[in-house]
């Protein structure tokens, strides 16, 4: 059985610098504070957490002196304003490609336009992005943007993990609604090429896994984009999740993983997948 894995699997740059950068903190300070998940993966968290890099809800949980790291994707500045506030030391691990959507959103509204987001309600990201302009519009699919009523000028940028086809057709729609309409691409390149690999690798595969936390948006939409492609597709979040019947009458196997999914989980469901293909070849990486 042969086993091929998208070459871009995996960590991106931005969470693997996050993730060490709370590894660094906690090590050198002796514990570190997180506002909520540094990025979403629950292996992650736990292993952070026992290295002594602890997750909390509020600012005020965080105590004196102590330090607190905020999350890969962003945080609002009115959290910023009031971590200031208190006698704690601050660590940004926010993604630079995520700080370049804060900059260019509030550009958007400084030229006088409505802005808008295309990304999913309630997730971190989303929200940091929101929070950085008065009133946008955040609009998750193409049916919320045929409900947006028009506009004379209005700015775009979208969550740093869609899939352009989402973006495009929601796009589509707004091009209608709005006279002078700016939109500036802010879906992340290892994103686009993670998104471009499973495309391909769906179509030349009999079963894509696809490893990733429910939890991460950007494992489902692997996920989505693998199933529109080939049907024996199967988000699992490690190794113990595969099932031998999952590989029935297959000769190939294609793997990718969202961006928070860590080396080594990847490398234990290959590891797993070779024992149930009875393989003594190496897996292949895709390019």
């Not at 993730?19 to 292993?47: C, F, P, Q, S, W």
Request: aromatic share 4%; charged share 25%.
């Amino acid at each position: 059985m042969k086993i091929l894995i998208a070459k871009d699997a995996g960590y991106c740059f931005g969470v693997r610098d996050a993730v060490n950068l709370a590894y660094d903190t906690a090590n050198d300070k002796g514990d570190v504070y997180m506002l909520g998940t540094i990025v979403h993966n629950e292996r992650v968290i736990e292993n952070l957490d026992k290295a002594g890099a602890k997750v909390v809800e509020k600012i005020e949980q965080v105590p004196d002196g102590k330090t607190l790291l905020f999350r890969a994707h962003g945080t609002a500045p009115e959290l910023w304003k009031e971590a200031r506030k208190k006698n704690i030391n601050l660590v940004d691990g926010t993604c630079p490609l995520v700080t370049e959507i804060h900059h260019e959103i509030k550009l958007l509204e400084k030229e006088g336009r409505k802005t808008i987001i295309i990304g999913d309600h309630g997730h971190d990201e989303v929200v940091a992005i929101a929070a950085q302009v008065e009133k946008p519009i955040i609009i998750a699919n193409i049916d919320e943007a045929k409900q947006m009523r028009k506009v004379k000028r209005a700015g775009i940028v979208s969550q740093s993990t869609q899939m352009i086809e989402n973006v495009q057709e929601i796009i589509n729609v707004l091009m209608q609604k709005v006279y002078d309409l700016r939109f500036i691409n802010t879906i992340c390149f290892p994103t686009r090429r993670n998104h471009e690999q499973i495309k391909e690798l769906a179509l030349q595969c009999d079963v894509m896994i696809v490893i990733g936390s429910y939890t991460s948006a950007n494992s489902k939409r692997l996920t989505q984009l693998s199933l529109e492609r080939n049907k024996r597709s199967y988000q699992v979040t490690s190794s113990s999740d595969l099932k031998e019947k999952m590989f029935d009458n297959c000769n190939s196997v294609g793997i990718s993983a969202g961006a928070s999914t860590p080396d080594e989980i990847i490398q234990a469901v290959v590891n797993k997948i070779k024992k149930i293909g009875k393989n003594t070849e190496g897996a292949i990486i895709y390019e």
